[in-house]
């Protein structure tokens, strides 16, 4: 009687627009209530930083690493070793770090390689060996293979690390060594001549030699951004006057001299940020051997320390490299 009574039918469509602006609003929440929810990972995704995929096991890389790399030439290789004792050849380096690392789980998908080496494209080959092994490399280095990343490299980089992930860093200075026996000299694909190296290293021992014997004019420029790193590298060593000037063989201390003065900068970054470490840490600092393309380089080891999750060094594994 009273269904098409104007108050019924007003109540009526009132009711049916409340009900169906509740089941909208309760569609827009329940949206937005997905939007919220947290969905798992389908997995890491891979960067381009990206720690090499796959399941293939680090020491298998090292084999495949090497694959294409000259055999080890004996008569080379004691030339190298009488003038740098407690070297060994890039392979064999590889080959035993990667055994030390896996004992301690290290392995291609949960480590991420960072490096401080030298700008000169001699320096990318053990860079390169590295990288075949572990997947893309962080570069923290810069011209005589100075940290000139700096805290503030260390710190991205080791935002980079795998989720209860692992690093290897890798740092040091080069030099060259010929076919003949000449040191901070080399040669390099496509020139005839032999070449300098470390260009850098040389280039800032010829400046502090002239503040040495009092021949320079000394001008600091480690404030001509146009070459910034050039003269940090000749500030850098100027503590090492005496010893090089003191030294038998110049261009043999030369790398050392700059190994000791870099050790410095990179025990003071790791020190600094190894709150950021992860699962766990390895150090291996040395100097590169650089030598002709159709011979081995070589790399001497003076550091190679593990740190644990909490920071601390807990194992110098540098006797294994060297036995």
């Given at each position: 009687?009273?269904?098409?009574?104007?108050?019924?039918?007003?109540?009526?469509?009132?009711?049916?627009?409340?009900?169906k602006?509740?089941?909208?609003?309760l569609?827009?929440?329940a949206?937005?209530?997905?939007?919220?929810?947290?969905?798992?990972?389908a997995?890491?995704?891979?960067?381009?930083l990206?720690?090499?995929?796959?399941?293939t096991k680090?020491?298998?890389?090292?084999?495949?690493?090497?694959?294409?790399?000259?055999?080890?030439?004996p008569?080379?290789d004691?030339?190298?070793?009488?003038?740098?004792?407690?070297?060994?050849?890039n392979?064999?380096?590889?080959?035993?770090?990667?055994?030390l690392?896996?004992?301690?789980?290290?392995?291609?998908?949960?480590?991420?390689?960072?490096t401080?080496?030298?700008?000169?494209e001699?320096?990318?080959v053990?860079?390169?060996?590295?990288?075949?092994i572990?997947?893309?490399?962080?570069?923290?280095g810069g011209?005589?293979?100075?940290?000139?990343?700096?805290?503030?490299?260390?710190?991205?980089?080791?935002?980079h690390?795998?989720?209860n992930?692992y690093?290897?860093?890798?740092h040091?200075?080069?030099v060259?060594?010929?076919?003949?026996?000449?040191?901070?000299?080399v040669?390099?694909?496509?020139?005839?001549?032999?070449?300098?190296c470390?260009?850098s290293?040389?280039?800032?021992?010829?400046?502090?030699?002239?503040?040495?014997d009092?021949?320079?004019n000394?001008?600091p420029r480690?404030?001509q951004?146009?070459?910034?790193?050039?003269?940090?590298?000749?500030?850098?060593?100027?503590?090492?006057g005496?010893?090089?000037?003191?030294?038998?063989?110049?261009?043999?201390?030369?790398p050392?001299?700059l190994?000791d003065?870099?050790?410095?900068m990179?025990?003071d970054i790791?020190?600094?940020?190894k709150a950021?470490?992860?699962q766990?840490l390895?150090?291996?600092?040395?100097i590169?051997i650089n030598?002709?393309?159709?011979?081995?380089d070589?790399f001497?080891?003076?550091?190679?320390?593990?740190?644990?999750?909490?920071?601390?060094?807990?194992?110098?594994?540098i006797?294994e490299?060297?036995?």
């Amino acid at each position: 009687v009273y269904s098409n009574h104007p108050l019924n039918l007003l109540l009526n469509s009132s009711i049916s627009s409340t009900m169906k602006l509740s089941l909208a609003s309760l569609a827009l929440l329940a949206a937005s209530a997905s939007a919220f929810t947290a969905v798992t990972p389908a997995g890491r995704v891979s960067t381009s930083l990206a720690v090499a995929p796959g399941e293939t096991k680090a020491s298998e890389k090292v084999v495949q690493a090497f694959a294409d790399k000259p055999e080890e030439d004996p008569e080379f290789d004691a030339l190298v070793k009488s003038n740098f004792p407690g070297a060994i050849n890039n392979r064999d380096l590889a080959t035993r770090v990667v055994e030390l690392l896996e004992e301690k789980g290290f392995d291609p998908s949960n480590t991420l390689l960072a490096t401080s080496l030298c700008a000169d494209e001699l320096a990318r080959v053990l860079e390169d060996e590295f990288v075949s092994i572990y997947g893309n490399n962080f570069n923290l280095g810069g011209l005589s293979g100075f940290p000139f990343a700096g805290n503030t490299g260390w710190g991205a980089m080791s935002a980079h690390v795998p989720d209860n992930g692992y690093c290897l860093t890798i740092h040091g200075p080069h030099v060259g060594i010929t076919k003949e026996g000449q040191i901070g000299k080399v040669e390099r694909s496509g020139i005839a001549l032999v070449d300098n190296c470390c260009g850098s290293a040389i280039a800032a021992s010829n400046y502090l030699k002239g503040i040495t014997d009092g021949s320079a004019n000394i001008n600091p420029r480690i404030q001509q951004f146009t070459d910034f790193q050039q003269g940090a590298v000749q500030e850098l060593i100027l503590p090492f006057g005496k010893r090089l000037a003191r030294a038998d063989e110049r261009m043999r201390e030369l790398p050392y001299a700059l190994y000791d003065s870099q050790e410095v900068m990179v025990t003071d970054i790791v020190n600094t940020g190894k709150a950021s470490i992860k699962q766990g840490l390895a150090v291996l600092g040395g100097i590169q051997i650089n030598t002709a393309p159709d011979q081995l380089d070589y790399f001497h080891p003076l550091r190679f320390d593990y740190y644990d999750a909490d920071g601390n060094v807990v194992e110098s594994m540098i006797d294994e490299l060297s036995s």
